[in-house]
């Protein structure tokens, strides 16, 4: 469920008195600022705007005052709660832990290693072996790591990401990315190396272009370098690994099909309506 929009206020206007009685009720809440600078409040449940509209109205009439005691951290959420508002960001990352655990114990993954094996590369242009793999085993490579530092950088940039698009654009659209980015990314991947692959690099690289294509009318409050920054260390790898194959061991094919699909589905995926230029919260002060 995308965040509810509850308060758009002045850039300088001081919301601590009000998120502060928001974290000592537990309720999960972000304080963004939009296109315009305007501070927006964004609530992570529906159930909760009836007690806090209530609450706005106490504090616009000056009667819920900040307490020095427990200063406020606004935008920020306590760990339990970050995973209680985002839910399915939670889970994938801990399925990818238990995963690589099995992995551990298990030789049942090594045969995905050798998917459509029998097709590359002479029928790599051909139509036939994409179809004979099917969704399942193009996609599933997406679940396998081969070291802990491997699931840690994938698992680090999901944690980062992840989140914040569940958060701001709903469930729907993070299980899109993770499948459609996950399966096309890997396709390219096996058209453009073959078998023998594995890793979630591919979807960290489509929330990645998601996320910096839709920057501009989202606050997903990330730096609005990092796509250029890291589209320019995805060239920089591909040039070495040009020049000596297999230097950086880099995924190229995942990483840039990955890419270009999140980019695409963040142009054609529709905006939050309280997101949109012309768009103004429930309340204006």
């Known amino acids: 469920m995308p965040p509810i929009l509850i308060l758009e206020a002045d850039a300088g206007l001081d919301l601590a008195p009000l998120t502060q009685k928001l974290w000592a009720e537990r309720i999960p809440h972000r304080v963004v600022m939009n296109e315009a600078g305007r501070q927006c409040l964004l609530l992570a449940d529906a159930a909760d705007v009836p007690r806090v509209q209530e609450w706005l109205q106490h504090w616009q009439q000056g009667d819920i ?18 995973v209680f508002a ?26 995905w290693l050798q998917a459509g094996a029998e097709f590359w590369p ?3 242009f051909s139509w036939q072996p994409y179809a004979t793999l099917g969704l399942w085993e193009l996609w599933r490579p997406v679940l396998l790591h081969f070291s802990l530092v491997h699931l840690l950088f994938n698992g680090l940039w999901w944690w980062i990401l992840a ?7 709903g469930w729907l659209a993070l299980l899109a990315l993770l499948l459609l980015c996950g399966w096309l990314g890997n396709a390219i991947q096996w058209w453009y190396a073959g078998p023998a692959f594995g890793g979630l690099s591919g979807v960290t690289m489509g929330l990645l272009g998601w996320v910096g294509i839709r920057l501009r009318r989202m606050p997903y409050a990330l730096p609005t370098m990092l796509l250029p920054v890291m589209v ?22 995942a ?14 995926w529709p905006v939050a309506t309280q997101f949109k230029p012309s768009a103004r919260g429930s309340h204006d002060t």
């Open 65 to 82: 005052q900040q307490r020095p005691a427990q200063p406020v951290q606004p935008g920020s959420l306590p760990l339990w709660l970050t």
């Open 86 to 111: 985002t839910p399915v960001s939670s889970v994938i990352l801990l399925g990818l832990v238990v995963f690589f655990g099995w992995m551990q114990f298990s030789p049942h993954w090594h045969s």
């Open 122 to 124: 002479q029928q790599r």
């Open 163 to 169: 989140r914040r698009v569940e958060q701001l654009d």
């Open 232 to 253: 320019g260390w995805l060239l920089l790898t591909l040039g070495a690994d040009t020049l000596v194959p297999g230097l950086s061991g880099t995924a190229h094919g």
């Open 255 to 268: 990483h840039f099909g990955g890419l270009i699909t999140g980019m695409l589905l963040g142009l054609i």
